[in-house]
Structures are given as structure tokens and as C-alpha cells.
């Protein structure tokens, strides 16, 4: 028998949790936004809004995903174009391309510690 796994929640737009409403490592969630909330060990909370969700709130005309569900390009109104490449699961490098859509600016790589957790983003200039 499956045991059923409730969050705290609240349907009231733009409502976020205080740290006290929450224990270490709980999740609440906005059914009305559709954000996800975590209560981290230093007693912040942090939002995780699906990235497509922010993104539709810019000029972007267009997001492709991968095989495995992740967010693999978006592409601007401007001609801009961002590709997203993973490793193991996680984000690995994210390329930034001027508005022509070919012409390479610059990459963001991420680095991981064994956690999954970024410990470190270099950003390189083409």
C-alpha cells in the first residue's frame, strides 16, 4: 500500500512561506503560481519556479526540450539563442549565442560536488 506524501499549501497569488512555516528540507507549494518552495539548513527559503515558467515571461518565441524532458534551447524574439547541455542529469554548460543565432558569445559551465550541488559556474568569452 502507498502511503500518500502531503506538502503544506496555499492557493492565495504570490504567497510565499516563512522560514518557521516550514522544517529543514520541507516542501510547500502555491497551487494559484505554481511555485514549489524548499526550506534550506541556513534558513532561507528558496523558490523553484519551472525555468519555462520565467522564460514565458520574456521574449521568447520558442523552447525545445530533450528526450528526457530538459529544457534544451530557447530562442529569443531578438534572434538570440540560449543551448542548454547536460551530464549525469545536471545542467552542464550553457552556451549563449548572438542574434543571428550561429555566432557563439560565450559559455557557462557548471561544476558539481557529489552531491549534485553547484559549487562553481565559469563563464568563458568566445
Known amino acids: 500500500m502507498a502511503n500518500k506524501l502531503l506538502h503544506k499549501k496555499s492557493a ?4 510565499t ?6 522544517e529543514y528540507g520541507e516542501l510547500a507549494v502555491n497551487t494559484f503560481d ?9 534558513d532561507t527559503i528558496t ?30 524574439e531578438t534572434g538570440n539563442v540560449i543551448t542548454l547541455q547536460y551530464s549525469d542529469g545536471n ?11 550561429e555566432t557563439h558569445l560565450f559559455t557557462q559551465t557548471l561544476t558539481y560536488d557529489s552531491n549534485d550541488n553547484v559549487i562553481s559556474t565559469d563563464w568563458s568569452a568566445e
Open 47 to 76: 523558490e523553484m519556479k519551472r525555468l519555462d515558467a520565467r522564460l514565458d515571461q520574456t521574449n521568447v518565441t520558442s523552447m525545445l526540450y530533450n528526450e528526457d524532458g530538459d529544457l534544451d534551447q530557447v530562442v529569443y
Open 12 to 15: 492565495v497569488e504570490n504567497k
Open 34 to 42: 505554481g511555485n514549489i518552495y524548499l526550506r534550506k539548513s541556513d
Open 91 to 101: 545542467l552542464a554548460s550553457v552556451y549563449y549565442y548572438a542574434v543571428d543565432g
Open 17 to 22: 512561506p516563512l522560514y518557521t512555516d516550514l
